[in-house]
């Protein structure tokens, strides 16, 4: 399978922990982006890399956020001091370099925060 | 501000028959258009897409029309089965975008019924 991977799949943590998640994009594709979907919404941007660059942040990724994509292969997405108000699932996303170019998810990450 | 609105939170339709789920957005500058279905607990997957400078793209049993003055699309499904039942989000880009950052839809839950 060389689609979109991340991991784990599931991750219930208490308020106040750090948590972070990991996505492997599609080998050739070297545009990775993250979203944040809560229910009965859809996904909604929340960084994108360009090869090892974090090219833009949305305003809904606060100071407990950072993500990283070194070597411009796997991708890590922390949330550092948990709250309730982060729960929800994160999506993983890869294109290739170009305009237009489909984005193609992974399975996402069910944040649970208690 | 909601950039792209599905107003209809579910839809029904009997196997067999055409099943219209649409889209309304609002900003002028986007020039790419994306469907992806969702099933509970997957990411998104890719249906297919189309470009400002078309007003229909076929693939299969899938159409998509765009009409850019009244700024809405639609995605034709022909004929509806019942694997078809799942969550349908619109999702919408602009090549000012450098980045390529989808504004997505909240959804349209469709149930196809034998």
């Known amino acids: 399978d060389t689609g979109v991977s991340q991991d784990p799949r599931h991750k219930i943590t208490k308020r106040g922990q750090n948590v972070t998640f990991r996505c492997d994009p599609i080998?050739?594709?070297?545009?990775l982006y993250w979203y944040r979907q809560t229910l009965g919404q859809g996904p909604e941007f929340l960084t994108y890399?360009?090869?090892?660059?974090?090219?833009?942040k949305s305003r809904l990724l606060s100071d407990r956020f950072s993500a990283e994509r070194p070597k411009g292969s796997f991708s890590t997405l922390e949330i550092q001091r948990t709250e309730q108000g982060d729960s929800a699932m994160y999506l993983c996303?890869?294109?290739?370099?170009?305009?237009?170019?489909?984005?193609?998810f992974g399975p996402g990450t069910r944040l649970l925060v208690l | 501000d909601q950039q792209v609105k599905q107003n209809s939170p579910s839809l029904s339709v009997q196997e067999g028959r055409i099943s219209i789920l649409n889209c309304d957005y609002t900003?002028?500058?986007?020039?790419?258009f994306l469907w992806y279905k969702k099933y509970p607990a997957e990411g998104p997957t890719f249906l297919i897409s189309?470009?400002?400078?078309?007003d229909k793209n076929e693939d299969g049993r899938f159409t998509v029309f765009l009409n850019k003055s009244a700024k809405h699309l639609s995605l034709h499904i022909v004929p509806s089965q019942p694997g078809d039942s799942a969550v349908y989000f619109c999702?919408?880009?602009?090549?000012?975008?450098?980045?390529?950052?989808?504004?997505f839809g909240q959804g349209t839950e469709l149930s196809v019924k034998p």
């Open positions: 080998s050739e594709h070297n545009r």
């Open positions: 900003n002028s500058m986007f020039d790419y």
């Open positions: 996303a890869s294109s290739l370099d170009m305009r237009r170019e489909t984005q193609y």
């Open positions: 189309i470009s400002s400078i078309k």
């Open positions: 999702a919408a880009t602009s090549i000012y975008n450098q980045g390529g950052k989808l504004i």
């Open positions: 890399f360009q090869n090892e660059a974090q090219l833009e």
